[in-house]
Structures are given as structure tokens and as C-alpha cells.
């Protein structure tokens, strides 16, 4: 290895310009890009080589990880060995055996005081060799009175201690080949360092003869995005539209696309990230080290006689550590929204009869995703955007009118009704639609959103409000005793729930419309007008087409239905329900006639609990009394006149009490006998 030679005072630049890399001659080059809506990219470089050779590929740091999960490389003659890659802090590795810091080449005499002690060569007016002993920075003033900075560098020499200027030294160089090879990796360690947020993988290819070698991973990319011109036909009975399909799509790789070979691919893919360019640990647990303890025998004494007692010896347990905790990653993919443009202004453009001419994306479409291949090469620089054709072409549009209350409850919105008759789907994105005249003027009239289309499906497109149509909407709920019957003394009733929804559809005064109305789809109704052959379902809702003549009203009524059932048992305080369906007209006439005999029952039920009330009520405004006439008699003298009236009374009022007490018996009893006929005559009522 050269030593390396320091032209002073410029060995600052040197030191520098020791730090730039030499790249191959034949680098891998950018030819193929798919980018995809699942938020990545495909990208794919290629090389020529010839032989075992080591190509460089060089990317953000951000992307390493993917890069790592991905990257596969294609050779039809040779194969590949290892790829590698500095670690994410190469620097920190490259320094950790150096006698040295990264700190220590900023400068020459920073690396000369870091190396004292090694044994240097200086050239220059004073020649000398020996070994650094020390650097010490010196300042003095020019003649004008500037300030000057030099280092007096002091050599230790066969001959004793020797000094020079350093910044007056022609060059220096290290006698130590060892030394000098640990510099020079440092130096490129710098180097490579200097790009903190890129790193170089290292492909490794053997083989043998001139051959392609290509190099493809997949990272995350930014979104592209797709817009559609829908241009409509001057006849409003047209059944073709003319669509061109854009695809929106930014080159954010920080690399130029030149002359590449490009693809968009539309689907939903599982795409996520995982941190393997991090370096993970184990998390052991610690063992004790086993020490053996000093023996120390005790004192011998006098040997006695075994007895019964057994002689136990335990000795101490160390408890295990603890297990370590499980280290868990977690990953989510990261999805980014799509934002939609509003708030065009209308506007009429003079525009040519037919679109100019393009070349659409060649389509095509597997199990998940449909692609579109551009056919020509693209060219854009980093950071730019670029709009490329992928859909030009006719395609099946009918003009029909939408109603959807939540949206416009007055009014229904003008719509298309798109069919994909083509070979492959249609991605989603937003859809500007445009109207052409009669005499070819073409007039802005409207910007809608358009789902994922696949083959072979229709999909409706709403671009403005039809204010020429009005909906008039009136909503009905009613219930409806469907069957009523009594079974073992239950009541059975059956209840069908309706739901009626009435639409008054005014058509346009000078022309027809077909107007599709939506209207809500109630979970477990059952729809019974319209009929059923004449209504769609989409989207959870019901939606019935409908003609509606110029000037005329279209009334469309749309009715669900659900059973309701209830049973009531009539002889388990059912009292009340007993009185409502007994008078109730909708209730057939023999079961309201059954039901009225058990109301009669329940009438002499209820004058018997209220005669047994009643006496309940003497019972104590008797014992009151009672309690007034003991108080009194003991206010009062007993050879009196008072005391003896207070007796008389005093007995009147509990020979009432003992009657009232007997009537009250026998209410109660008549409450319970009644109670049970009545239970008796419901368990046997079987009425239908």
C-alpha cells in the first residue's frame, strides 16, 4: 500500500480529498418501474457484466429495510453470491479497533497529536525522522497585525528531541505499513459515512462469458392516482361515451427516470414494513458463577450413640433468575389517503370534434390487480410528476336521473350509468365529464367519482343536480292485527308492521327521464310493492327504475312488511291486556266475546277486593277509635258519669270490630274462590 503523503500546509484538502470513492465502470442503471396502488414500487436496474464481478446499488436509507425483505436478482448464465452492506453505524464499527477517532482527522495536527508516539518521515527544508512526541499550536502576529495559528510538532530522534513547523513542512509520511493501512480505512470509512442517509449494497456475481445481470426490490412509492374525461354525446339518447383514463403518478425516488420502461398496477395488495436493518439482541438471562466455599472441618468431640433420631443435613437453594420477556415487534402498514379535487368553476371550451390521438396503456389483468403497460419509454426527472394515458376508448353510458334523499331531497342528480365492457377493470379515480354540442362545442358540465369498475359490471356516476325533476316524498307507518287467537289460556296475537313510502316524480317539461329511486331497505322486512322482478339492490338499499314522461307525475309506492307476534298469559296479572283486546274491534268476534266473559269474571274479582278494601279500612278506623276511648278512660275518674259512657261505647265499637273482621274473612275468601274459578276457566279457554 502507497503511503500516504501530506503536502503541507495543504493537508487539510488532501485529507479531504483522500475521502472520495471510485465507482465501477459498468453501475447498474434504472430500467423498469411498476408502481403500484398498494403504496409501493417495483424497481428494477440492469448491468452488463462479464465474469465474477461486484456491482454497487445504492439507495435512500429510509428504504433499506424493504430493499433487504425484497431484492431478487435475475441472471440466466450466472448466479450470485452474498450481498452486502455497511451496518447502520459503519462508522462507529470502522473506529472501534483504530488506535484513533473520526475526531482525529479533522485536521493533520489532530491526527499527529493522536498518534503520538508513532514514527513519521518529514520532507522539506528540514528533513527528519523520528517519533511524535508532541503538537503544540502556537499563535504570533504578521506585520499588519493579523494572527497567525501554527503547530510546533516535537519529534524524539536518534539525536534527541527535534522541532518543525508543521504548516512549513513539505510532506510527512508514517514508516509503520500497519498504521498506515488502518488509516486509509479509516479515510474510507469517512468516505462512505459522508452519505448519511444512503447505503451501497454489494452484489456479488459469478458466472463466467459476457452476460445481462438485472437487480430488482420493491419499496414504498407514493400513490398514483387515476383521472378519467368522460365526454358525453349531444344526443341524450346516446349509448356511447368517450373515456380517456390518466394515470397520476409522481417520481420521488431521487433518482432520474430515463428511457424507462413503465407500468401502473391497480389492486389492494398486503404490503407492510419490517425493521430488518436494525440489530436485535437476545435478552438473556444471568447465571450466578459457581464459587466453591472454603471447607473448614469442626472440632472432633467425643463419639456418642446412634439414637432414634435421624440426622437431617439440608443444604441452601439458589432460586433461578427469572425468565427473560418475550421482545415482540409489531408492524402496521401505512395507508395513504386519496384526496379528491373540487369546486370547478363551469366553463365552456372550444374544443376539436374528437380528442387527439394517443396511445393507450396495453391492460391487463390477474386474480387481484389489473396493469397497464405503457408502450413507449418514459422520461421524467426526480421530483416531477407526469400524467401518462392508460384508457382511451368508447364505452357503454345511458343518462339516467338518481334520487337520493339524504344527498338532495328535493331533487334528483344527473347521472351516467357506466358499463365496463372492456377486457380488463377500470381502476377508481375521479371523473370530469364534459357534453358535446351539437355544432362540436364541448361544455364542462360536471365532476364525479368513479368505484373500482371490473369487466362486466355497471356502475352509476353523479355529476350535478337535475333541477328540472321534482321528488315529492311522503312516509307511513302503520300496524295491522293480522290473527288473534287463545290457546290454554294464552293469547296469541300476530301484528304485521307496514312501512309505506310514496314518491311523486315530476318529470321535466320538454323531456323524458328514467329515474332510478333509492330508498331504504329495512333488515328483515319483507317488500311487497313494487314487485320484486322490478327493483335492484345496491349498496344495502332498494332502487326501482322508473319513465317519467315530459310534464308528467310517475307515482311510485314502495311497501315492507313485518310480522309481529305477542302472547299474553291471560291468567298471569293480565288484567288490563284482558279489558284493551276485549273491546278492541279489530279482534275477531269470538275470541272478543271469550275475552269479554273474562272481563266480567275479573269485574266481580275486582268488587270483591274492593269490598274486602273497604272493611280493611273499618278495621282500622275502628282500632283509632279504640285507642281515643283507652286514653280518654284514663283521663277521666271511674265512678264517673264520663267513665262509664267511655265504657259503653268501648264495648259498641269491638263487637263492630268482630263483625267487621268476620265480613272481611269472608271477602278475602270470596277474592281467593273467585281468583281460582277464574284461573280454571282460562286454562280450559282454547278459542280461534
Known amino acids: 500500500m502507497t503511503p500516504i503523503r501530506l503536502a503541507l500546509p495543504a493537508a487539510a484538502a488532501a485529507v479531504a480529498m483522500l475521502a472520495v470513492p471510485a465507482f465501477a465502470a459498468d453501475s447498474l442503471a434504472l430500467k423498469r418501474v411498476l408502481l403500484s396502488t398498494g403504496g409501493v414500487g417495483y424497481f428494477e436496474y440492469e448491468a452488463k457484466v462479464s465474469g465474477n464481478e461486484t456491482l454497487d446499488l445504492a439507495v435512500p436509507l429510509d428504504q433499506v429495510d424493504d430493499v433487504m425483505k425484497s431484492i431478487v436478482v435475475y441472471d440466466d448464465k450466472g448466479g450470485v453470491g452474498e450481498i452486502s452492506l455497511p451496518g447502520r453505524e459503519p462508522l462507529a464499527a470502522a473506529f472501534r479497533e483504530m488506535p484513533f477517532g473520526p475526531e482525529a482527522l479533522s485536521s493533520p495536527a489532530d491526527l499527529l497529536n493522536a498518534l503520538r508516539g508513532a514514527e513519521v518521515k518529514v520532507e522539506g527544508a528540514r528533513a527528519v525522522d523520528g517519533r511524535i512526541l508532541s503538537v503544540v499550536e502556537e499563535k504570533s502576529a504578521t506585520k499588519d497585525g493579523a494572527e497567525i495559528t501554527r503547530h510546533r510538532v516535537s519529534l524524539m530522534t536518534a539525536g534527541g528531541v527535534r522541532q518543525f513547523i508543521l504548516e512549513e513542512a513539505d510532506g510527512l509520511q508514517f514508516a509503520d505499513p500497519a498504521l498506515q493501512a488502518k488509516l486509509d480505512a479509516a479515510l474510507a470509512a469517512l468516505a462512505r459515512d459522508s452519505a448519511k442517509d444512503r447505503r451501497t449494497f454489494a452484489i456479488r456475481s459469478t458466472g463466467s462469458g459476457d452476460r445481462t445481470l438485472r437487480v430488482g426490490y420493491v419499496v414504498g412509492a407514493p400513490l398514483w392516482k387515476t383521472s378519467y374525461r368522460l365526454t358525453l354525446a349531444a344526443d341524450p339518447k346516446a349509448d356511447k361515451a368517450a373515456l380517456q383514463g390518466w394515470a397520476v403518478l409522481e417520481n420521488m425516488s431521487g433518482t432520474d427516470w430515463e428511457g424507462v420502461d413503465l407500468t401502473v398496477v391497480s389492486g389492494n395488495p398486503v404490503t407492510f414494513r419490517q425493521a430488518l436493518y436494525q440489530s436485535y439482541y437476545v435478552s438473556r438471562p444471568d447465571v450466578p458463577v459457581e464459587v466453591l466455599g472454603r471447607v473448614l472441618p469442626p472440632v472432633d468431640e467425643r463419639a456418642r450413640d446412634l439414637d432414634s433420631k435421624s440426622l437431617g443435613n439440608g443444604a441452601a437453594e439458589i432460586a433461578p433468575a427469572p425468565p427473560p420477556a418475550p421482545m415482540m415487534m409489531m408492524q402496521r402498514a401505512t395507508a395513504t389517503p386519496v384526496g379528491g379535487a373540487d369546486g370547478y368553476a363551469d366553463q365552456v371550451v372550444d374544443a376539436p370534434r374528437q380528442y387527439a390521438q394517443l396511445t393507450a396503456a396495453e391492460s391487463g389483468e390477474s386474480a387481484t390487480q389489473v396493469t397497464f403497460h405503457l408502450p413507449e ?57 364534459y357534453e358535446r354540442g351539437a355544432q362540436g362545442v364541448v361544455t364542462y358540465v360536471g365532476d364525479a367519482r368513479l368505484g373500482a369498475l371490473p369487466t362486466g359490471e355497471n356502475r352509476l356516476v353523479s355529476f350535478a343536480v337535475d333541477q328540472k325533476v321534482m321528488v315529492d316524498r311522503e312516509d307511513k307507518r302503520d300496524d295491522t292485527l293480522a290473527r288473534a287467537r287463545i290457546v290454554d289460556g294464552v293469547l296469541e296475537i300476530t301484528t304485521t ?33 313494487p314487485d320484486k322482478g322490478k327493483v335492484e339492490i345496491v349498496g344495502g338499499q332498494y332502487r326501482i327504475r322508473r319513465t317519467v314522461a315530459a310534464g308528467k307525475t310517475e307515482t311510485v309506492t314502495v311497501t315492507q312488511e313485518q310480522p309481529s307476534a305477542q302472547t299474553i298469559d291471560l291468567s298471569a296479572d293480565a288484567d288490563d291486556q284482558i279489558g284493551y283486546w276485549a273491546s278492541a274491534t279489530t279482534v275477531p268476534d269470538k275470541v272478543r266475546k271469550a275475552l269479554s266473559g273474562l272481563a266480567g269474571q275479573l269485574a266481580t274479582i275486582h268488587d270483591h277486593e274492593a269490598e274486602a278494601e273497604r272493611l280493611e279500612q273499618r278495621q282500622s278506623e275502628i282500632g283509632e277509635e279504640q285507642a281515643r276511648l283507652r286514653d280518654n278512660l284514663g283521663a277521666v275518674p271511674k265512678d264517673s258519669d264520663l267513665f262509664q259512657r267511655y265504657i259503653g261505647k268501648l264495648n259498641d265499637s269491638e263487637s263492630e270490630l268482630e263483625k267487621t273482621g268476620a265480613d272481611l274473612a269472608k271477602a278475602r275468601k270470596a277474592i281467593d274462590d273467585s281468583r281460582a274459578t277464574f284461573r280454571q276457566a282460562v286454562r280450559k279457554l282454547s278459542v280461534s
Open 497 to 529: 308492521q307496514r312501512s309505506t313510502t310514496t314518491y311523486a316524480v315530476t318529470g321535466a317539461a320538454g323531456e323524458d327521464r328514467t329515474v332510478l329511486l333509492e330508498t331504504p331497505r329495512f333488515e328483515g322486512w319483507t317488500l311487497t310493492e
Open 377 to 433: 419509454p418514459v422520461t421524467v426527472a426526480a421530483g416531477h410528476s407526469l400524467l401518462v394515458p392508460i384508457v382511451n376508448r368508447e364505452i357503454p353510458a345511458n343518462r339516467v336521473d338518481l334520487y337520493l334523499p339524504d344527498t338532495e331531497p328535493k331533487h334528483p342528480l344527473a347521472s351516467v350509468d357506466l358499463k365496463n365492457d372492456g377486457e380488463t377493470g377500470l381502476p377508481p379515480g375521479v371523473l370530469t365529464l
